[in-house]
Nanobody, 123 residues
Framework: VQLQASGGGLVQAGGSLRLSCVDS????????VGWFRQAPGKEREFVSS????????YYGDSVKGRFSTSRDNAKNTVYLQMNSLKPEDTAIYYC?????????????????WGQGTQVTVSS
């Protein structure tokens, strides 16, 4: 597995961004994929996960109703659509491939991690 996260950037509060996570080795179609984020001085936080089929998703409380995740296994890509962004969403966002087919909030369940993409939301 080789993950590449992209789509981050600078956006004003209330705006939207879509992150992408591509598996260039084309091996994660049977695994759940999660998104986590880490802001400076803070612990890593679970954002979302999606199971291998794409039918089951989980979201952290702070992003429910604003973020959504989806996947296209034919393109080996998982997406994180982020709407109604807030300054507190500012962080480096990481995608990660689970050891399992179902998603989890537990970062220990994730075996492979991408390099992260910076999201900055200005007020």
């Amino acid at each position: 597995v080789q993950l590449q996260a992209s789509g981050g950037g600078l956006v004003q509060a209330g705006g939207s961004l879509r992150l992408s996570c591509v598996d260039s080795k084309r091996t994660f179609s049977n695994n759940a994929v999660g998104w986590f984020r880490q802001a400076p001085g803070k612990e890593r936080e679970f954002v979302s996960s999606i199971n291998w089929r794409g039918g089951t998703t989980y979201y952290g409380d702070s992003v429910k109703g604003r973020f959504s995740t989806s996947r296209d296994n034919a393109k080996n890509t998982v997406y994180l659509q982020m709407n109604s962004l807030k300054p507190e969403d500012t962080a480096i966002y990481y995608c990660a491939v689970s050891r399992y087919s179902t998603g989890s909030v537990n970062s220990d369940h994730y075996r492979y991690w991408g390099q992260g993409t910076q999201v900055t939301v200005s007020s």
